[in-house]
């Protein structure tokens, strides 16, 4: 697979962007840059001819409590972890001038693509999201994204994210 998206950086026109989401939309114009520079997440920007953001995503490293782990899975994990490592998918967000136009499917295939290449290197059992709202809920029901119990967050298995790609 060939990434649709590249790391953020000073070429890229965020101003224009709006997804209409407020929370996200300040993110990307706002905080994005601070927090790539500061090592808190990575940014990774669709972009078109003109270099305008259109959309984008973040990933960051993460750990969840074992006890939220599916007992499937957590049943052949060692007990001394309590706290499993996940990646992060913090934000995915489509511009509205391209809603509906399977961009945010190949944003989210793009970002569990760069995690599964990634946990090769650095240990993670899963992706996991927490859905701004019901509708990123059911997005990410259609991929396959597990609720975690007594959390608002979703869950995706490395191993699952392993056999989309193969």
Sequence with gaps: MIYLTEPLNTSHNKAKFNCGQKLLDTYIHQQAKQDVKRHLAACFVFADERNEVKGYFTLSSASID????????????????????????????????????GVGEKLLLDALKRCLDASSTIGSLAVVVDPIDENAKKFYLKYGFIYLPDTAKMFLAMKTIAEIFS
Excluded: H, M, W
């Design 66 to 101: 074992q006890e939220l782990i599916p007992e499937n899975i957590k049943n052949k994990l060692p007990n001394s972890y309590t706290n499993i490592p996940v990646t992060l998918l913090g934000r995915l967000a489509v511009d509205k001038s391209i809603k509906g136009k």
